[in-house]
């Protein structure tokens, strides 16, 4: 089965509320492409396959998010974490104190890596999280796939801590949420990059002097790279340039299409014009075209509504990046 949650489904479908004994439903939803919210220590997140693009898909519609900001990835435990992402002597030492607990790693993303690439925004990296939460372990184990999960709120909202908050934001757009009462941290988990000298990316539950008693001082973000603090993470543009709202493509270009205008494209990120569809493929098709013999990207237009904002949003950025860079 590949039909996935329909968000923006304007609450024709209620949300399921899941009790903890219903874990097995819960993981099986999600195992077949539906967007299931859980508790976890620190907020209730949106989860949803992380292997399946029309899955990550979804979960950027359901939250009404203009933009394509790399998804935590959640598993188990350290060892689900190895096939995904390229440990090195701090992770494993800070794995080893704070796993399972409100830490995230931002790792190197692995070659062989089966993660969706819009789950990581197309970066080279990927952040991981191993949740103490009792029901939010069994979910994980009971799937056995990694999970994506932001929290479970609408973009600008607040972070929900129970289940009747999360039905307050996204009732209707997802197919369930399980129940595991309120959240004990209440704030969302710390993320240190580890892709250069560690760096905190987003404050949250482990502390900076618990961080620094392993791994030594933290170097701030956006000293020395082009880190930037907060949520930002560096966005991944293609090497070739993007010319965008095209109708055909010029002599060396590959054309990237969209919907059914668009014979004749090199790729067509949906024949039939569907937005979920279209955000499920961007990533991996860019990444296709951006090599030789193709000299540049004609990208089809890509309509302003639903899920084509933040697909034009991350387009115009790949449009006006400094190439090289
Ligand atoms: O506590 C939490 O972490 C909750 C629960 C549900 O686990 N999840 C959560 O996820 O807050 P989300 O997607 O809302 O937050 C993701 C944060 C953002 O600040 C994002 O920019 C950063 O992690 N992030 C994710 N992947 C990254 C990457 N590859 N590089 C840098 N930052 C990244
Ligand atoms: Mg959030």
Known sequence: MDAPAKPGHDGMNMTEILKPSEIGHAAELLRAGELVAFPTETVYGLGGDATNDRAVAAIFAAKDRPKFNPLIVHVPNAGAARPLVTFNARAEALAAK?????????????????????????????????????????????????????????????????????????????????????????????????TGAPAVLRPGAITAEQLTAIVGPLSAPGGGTARSPGMMARHYAPARPLRLCATSAQPGEAWLGFGPDAAGATL?????????????????????????????????????????????????RGATAVKGA
């Open 268 to 316: 067509n990120l949906s024949p039939r014009g569907d937005l979920t569809e279209a955000a499920a493929n961007l990533f991996a098709y860019l990444r296709k075209l951006d090599c030789a013999p193709h000299i540049g990207i004609a990208v089809s237009p890509i309509p302003e509504r639903g899920l084509g904002v933040a697909i034009n949003d991350r387009l115009r």
């Open 98 to 194: 704070f796993w399972p607990g409100p830490l995230t790693l931002v790792l190197p993303r692995r070659v062989d890596c089966r993660v969706s690439l819009l789950a990581g925004a197309g970066l080279d990296s990927l952040a991981i999280r191993v949740p103490a939460h009792p029901i939010a372990q069994e979910l994980l184990r009971a799937v056995a796939r990694p999970i994506a999960a932001p929290s479970a709120n609408r973009s600008g909202h607040v972070s929900p801590t129970g289940a009747d908050h999360v039905i307050a934001e996204l009732d209707g757009r997802i197919v369930a949420v399980l129940d595991g009462g309120p959240c004990s941290v209440g704030l969302e988990s710390t993320v240190l990059d580890l």
